[in-house]
Nanobody
Framework: QSQLVESGGGLVQPGGSLRLSCVPSGFRADYYAIGWVRQAPGKEREGVARLESHDDSTYYTDSVKGRFTISRDHATNTVHLQMNALEPNDTGVYYC??????????????????WGQGTQVNVSS
């Protein structure tokens, strides 16, 4: 059974850091891309970061550029989202997702084919 298991959320003060992790398992083939989408209360979903599997290229939404880093540990098949200089606006549920088709099949930053259960991130003093 294909699944994505996330971990690493929690409560942190503004300016602090958190690292989210996502471990894909049970997939019959490698994914084309893996990324993080967040959902804040009362707001639309937002694609935060994405890593393209074929060349490890990365993409970030403007509000997190320079603060967040998505990376992949090939040895453990784990994808991390390192989040630094966190702000209250970063609060939300963060979902890990994978894409099973090339990039041109997707027209936005929030569409993925498989999802994890989500992990809560709260940035508050």
């Amino acid at each position: 059974q294909s699944q994505l298991v996330e971990s690493g959320g929690g409560l942190v003060q503004p300016g602090g850091s958190l690292r989210l992790s996502c471990v894909p398992s049970g997939f019959r083939a490698d994914y084309y891309a893996i990324g993080w989408v967040r959902q804040a209360p009362g707001k639309e979903r937002e694609g935060v970061a994405r890593l393209e599997s074929h060349d490890d290229s990365t993409y970030y939404t403007d509000s997190v550029k320079g603060r967040f880093t998505i990376s992949r540990d090939h040895a453990t098949n784990t994808v991390h989202l390192q989040m630094n200089a966190l702000e209250p606006n970063d609060t939300g549920v963060y979902y890990c997702g994978t894409r099973i088709a090339p990039r041109h099949y997707y027209s936005d930053s929030v569409t993925y084919d498989f999802w994890g259960q989500g992990t809560q991130v709260n940035v508050s003093s």
